[in-house]
């Protein structure tokens, strides 16, 4: 079941002075299924928290749809979603509980639940002290636990780990994972592409606000790569060139890096035995996500 979904959704922005517009959203359409953690990526200015921003009602649309739960009656249907964005907004001087105890007042939940989400995101032994004196992976950490409070269907998270070193970065992916396995479905923009794959199932990426691709993590880097090696390198890569099946070849490490688009590894070898070029070392290669990122958006 699809739960967030967006028709050919636009905002365009006007400069008062010029008149001058800028799309900063140009069309797009996507949906995210229940259960997902979905990535939202795309390079600085892509369009991402603009997007954001609409799905929470935070920033107008100029055009397009967004349904929330099969609904166009997001009033209601935002009840059902928990979001947090890069900056914590918490008062410094107040403690981690009762920060959390004012937004479950605001909310309407009971005590109860702000201890058991502390000992969610692992903030219990320090739910007394005070917000200014929490390390930046604790204060993410209670925005996460902030987003969670009202034990929503949709968490949104926009650069969850931003900024956090190894350590913090591992409880975020933990905290996330756990949600998944709840069950919830979790959007989340990052620009930590190692870390989105190994903590999302889904992504989706955008240039210059318009989409670009989206499927899951497995298929966008499931793409048949071989890796070669040779005596001579040089023919190795000509040879290549004139090969219909390669969509593009790069060299690093050592080796070249060819993108198939048909054919079997074996299908390579018998044609590039065929011209003369015997390989010393043939494989497949997985594509990280960060290299589809990266040839999508470049």
Do not use: W
């Not at 502390?118 to 987003?147: C, N, T």
């Not at 949709?154 to 780990?161: R, W």
């Not at 793409?223 to 690093?252: F, H, K």
């Amino acid at each position: 079941m699809a739960i967030i979904e967006v028709f050919n959704l636009t905002k365009v922005y006007t400069n008062p002075l010029t008149r001058k517009q800028k799309r900063a959203v140009d069309g797009i359409s996507f949906s995210v299924e229940q259960g997902q953690i979905f990535g939202f990526l795309g390079p600085n200015g892509s369009g991402k928290t603009t997007t954001i921003g609409m799905l929470l009602d935070i920033i107008n649309r100029t055009d397009g749809e967004i349904k929330l739960f099969g609904e166009t009656n997001l009033n209601a249907a935002r009840k059902r979603i928990g979001a947090t964005l890069e900056t914590p907004n918490f008062y410094p001087y107040l403690s981690g509980y009762d920060n959390l105890k004012i937004v479950a007042k605001i909310k309407g939940i009971g005590e109860e639940r702000v201890q058991e989400i502390l000992g969610i995101v692992k903030l219990s032994s320090r739910q007394k002290d005070a917000f200014k004196a929490y390390s930046l992976g604790m204060k993410q950490r209670l925005s996460l636990a902030s987003a969670m409070l009202s034990d929503p269907d949709i968490i949104i998270l926009d650069e969850p780990a931003n900024g956090l070193d190894p350590e913090g970065i591992r409880e975020i992916r933990e905290i996330i994972k756990g949600l998944g396995r709840q069950g919830k479905t979790v959007f989340l923009s990052s620009h930590l592409l190692d870390e989105v794959e190994q903590t999302c199932t889904h992504v989706a990426v955008i240039k210059d606000g318009k989409l670009v691709k989206q499927g899951s993590v497995a298929e966008l880097t499931s793409r048949n790569i071989a890796r070669l090696q040779a005596d001579d390198m040089d023919l190795l890569r000509t040879v290549l060139r004139s090969y219909g099946g390669v969509l593009s070849n790069e060299t690093r490490d050592g080796a070249v890096f060819a993108a198939l688009g048909e054919g079997t590894l074996s299908d390579l070898n018998r044609y590039l035995a065929s011209q003369g070029v015997y390989v010393s070392h043939l494989s497949e290669a997985r594509q990280s996500l960060e290299e589809v990122f990266l040839e999508l958006t470049s």
